[in-house]
């Protein structure tokens, strides 16, 4: 593969559509549309050469017996989907702030601990360059309603016998599908 060039085709308040160029090993021109939450990118670096975005929280309580998830209406689905609380990151706000403020604002519940943080990952590496980062960790509190008015979110403790269960019948993102399915398994 050769990159060509890149065009910014349409600006969104959150992301921005771009058009890559590029030749393929038989040498025929392709144009492949994908979308950033970088609105300024002019080079094939900076597709990659870029911090985080978001963070995605991995909670288990203290018992390490529960593990925290959210069931979140997504528009762009048109349906519930099981997914681990996430966000974007603020600027000027490191990852750990962003994990601990993202997590109040979706479930009411504080972060006790973060175990590690993840090296960076690709949101949705088939159609854009955002990347996010995992912070793992134990979690406390009340749940309550997320603070926002346009996130619609039901956060709860599930045991892995009850995980395995909704992996079965409930729509999930895919990493939270996977790591969940894992963590069932123990």
Not at 8 to 15: L, N, R, T
Request: some cysteine; aromatic content about 10%; hydrophobic content about 35%.
């Amino acid at each position: 593969m050769e990159f060509i060039s890149m065009e910014k085709k349409e600006q969104g308040k959150y992301i921005t559509r771009y058009d890559l160029l590029y030749k393929t090993v038989d040498n025929k021109e392709k144009r492949y549309e994908m979308i950033s939450r970088d609105s300024n990118m002019e080079s094939f670096e900076e597709l990659h050469d870029r911090g985080a975005d978001a963070i995605v929280i991995i909670c288990h309580d203290e018992t390490k017996e529960k593990i925290l998830i959210n069931k979140e209406f997504r528009l762009a689905v048109g349906e519930w989907v099981y997914n681990f609380p996430a966000g974007l990151i603020d600027p000027g706000e490191t990852p750990e702030e962003a994990a601990r403020r993202e997590l109040w604002e979706e479930t009411g519940l504080h972060i006790d601990t973060i175990e590690e943080v993840l090296g960076e990952s690709y949101s949705a590496v088939g159609f854009s360059n955002e990347k996010n980062l995992c912070i793992v960790g134990t979690a406390s509190g009340i749940f309550r309603e997320s603070t926002s008015t346009v996130e619609e979110i039901e956060a709860k403790w599930v045991t892995r016998e009850e995980m395995r269960k909704l992996l079965k019948t409930e729509r999930f993102a895919a990493r939270s599908q996977a790591y969940c399915y894992l963590w069932s398994k123990e």
